[in-house]
């Protein structure tokens, strides 16, 4: 450790040690080993709260004379990861980027709630697999079991608050963390266990499957930004807005198919049922985004959501980002001409989308040197099409890799040179082509677009 940092860290440490000296400054600190970046953000919310850039020895420091009690996010791009911090800590971390979650440990004042809920959220990862398997089990045996891995973490949440005794808000926000994340995973089993089962509706499940719901809340401002508490609103919405269609909406059968009408009544419902404006305009958010880039409904479908979302949400703190996608989406529909847009071309030499596309027929497709196994993937899948499709010519355009990269993957992979080009500015690629997900193609015939939602494996056969 930095010797500089580590007799800051402990004067700060002693400074509080006395029982009786409260203070409301904040230490934390610690050692990225394998940095990725050469600076650690953070956060409370979506708000930066600070930062500090990593010395010659990969530490770094934040100090705060005063914070708010809370959850706040630490980012180190492009991983990030939550820390509880209140008043008085005094909190070093250590990780090594290799794996970033799992070598991460706190040490210092606070590190308990932080070390647990870390500890908590590994044990998370790796029980996700097993209670895929769950999903096949009858709705009262499948609620056994999630309540067993859930009652197995409250116990060592009420050991460790025995030994070191927690704060009130500390013991809130690690209780949460638990029950939020189980309380997500019964309200998918409904859908998880129909799409398993092949059944043609969702099981019948007993007045008490569902008791869980009366100890949650829709309105904690705390909990806004905890993973699990927003991961189970975004869950508990669709589930709601599914079973209330199914039920009481005239469409009921085509409901399941009608995407337009169940994204209006999940909308209409969060706005009826969240309190809170951050949480209510992450949701909002949610569904927007998720509606915009998933469904691939009509133009005049997307335009009838956006005004319903608009009425609703006039003022959300992400409606610039939601607006973008629309216009983005709008622009790129069938019969369009290709937007233009300027890219590199293997020389390096300026060539415009509009230029490349404007005779016969063109396959689009992305790639980044940061996706290694996607990048070797498509590159097999290109050398297939290129035979199988002899009538269209398959462009790469590579994105967040450094030119001299670029052009030794280009060789490295066996790709046509001619057929490959970059693009310096990945933001707005992003925002004209909608580039979601990464085997997304854009397929154009004479520089008109005839599908810009392509699948560069499920698109071609």
């Not at 860290?9 to 600190?29: I, Q």
């Not at 079973?243 to 009481?248: A, L, N």
């Not at 992305?366 to 993937?377: G, M, R, T, Y």
């Amino acid at each position: 450790m930095n010797k500089s940092l580590l007799y800051l860290f402990l004067t700060l440490l002693a400074g509080c040690g006395d029982s009786e000296k409260k203070t409301s400054k904040v230490f934390f600190g610690g050692e990225i080993v394998n940095p990725t970046s050469e600076y650690v953000v953070l956060y409370k919310g979506d708000v930066v709260i600070d930062s500090s850039a990593l010395d010659s020895n990969n530490m770094f420091s934040i100090q705060l004379d005063s914070i708010q009690d809370g959850l706040y996010h630490f980012k180190h791009t492009p991983e990030y990861q939550n820390v509880y911090l209140k008043k008085g800590d005094s909190l070093l971390i250590r990780l090594n980027t290799v794996d970033f979650d799992e070598s991460l440990v706190f040490s210092g004042k606070g590190e308990e709630v932080n070390n647990f809920m870390m500890e908590v959220y590994l044990a998370k990862e790796r029980e996700k697999r097993i209670i895929g398997d769950y999903y096949w089990l009858d709705p009262t045996e499948f609620s056994r079991k999630i309540d067993s891995l859930q009652q197995l973490k409250l116990d060592l949440l009420g050991n460790l608050n025995l030994d070191f005794p927690l704060t009130d808000k500390e013991l809130e926000m690690a209780k949460a963390d638990i029950v939020y994340n189980y309380a997500m995973f019964k309200e998918r089993y409904p859908f998880k266990h129909k799409r398993l089962t092949k059944a043609k509706k969702v099981p019948t499940l007993d007045g008490d499957y569902y008791a869980y719901r009366k100890d949650l809340t829709y309105d904690h401002k705390d909990f806004t930004y905890l993973r699990p508490y927003y991961e189970f609103m975004v869950n508990h919405f669709a589930n709601l807005s599914y079973m209330s269609c199914t039920h009481g909406c005239d469409i009921k059968d085509k409901m399941a198919k009608n995407q337009l009408h169940f994204n209006k009544h999940k909308l209409k419902l969060i706005d009826s049922l969240v309190v809170g404006k951050e949480l209510k305009d992450n949701l909002f958010r949610n569904v927007a985004v998720d509606y915009l880039l998933k469904a691939h409904d009509t133009e005049e479908n997307n335009k009838i959501f956006m005004e319903v979302f608009r009425a609703l949400s006039s003022d959300n703190r992400h409606i610039g980002e939601v607006n973008d996608l629309y216009a983005g989406i709008r622009n790129i529909q069938p019969h369009r001409r290709i937007p233009n847009i300027n890219l590199t071309n293997f020389e390096g030499e300026p060539i415009s989308l509009t230029n490349i596309a404007k005779d016969g027929k063109t396959v689009f497709y992305f790639w980044s040197a940061l996706n290694k196994k996607h990048l070797d993937d498509i590159s097999k899948r290109i050398r297939y099409l290129s035979q199988q499709e002899p009538n269209y010519d398959f462009i790469g355009i590579n994105v967040k890799t450094n030119p001299d990269e670029w052009r030794s993957l280009v060789k490295a992979k066996g790709l046509n040179s001619k057929n490959q080009y970059r693009s310096d500015n990945f933001e707005k690629l992003t925002k004209t082509l909608i580039i979601y997900p990464m085997n997304k193609c854009v397929i154009t015939d004479n520089g008109i677009i005839v599908d810009a939602f392509g699948d560069i494996y499920r698109s071609f056969k």
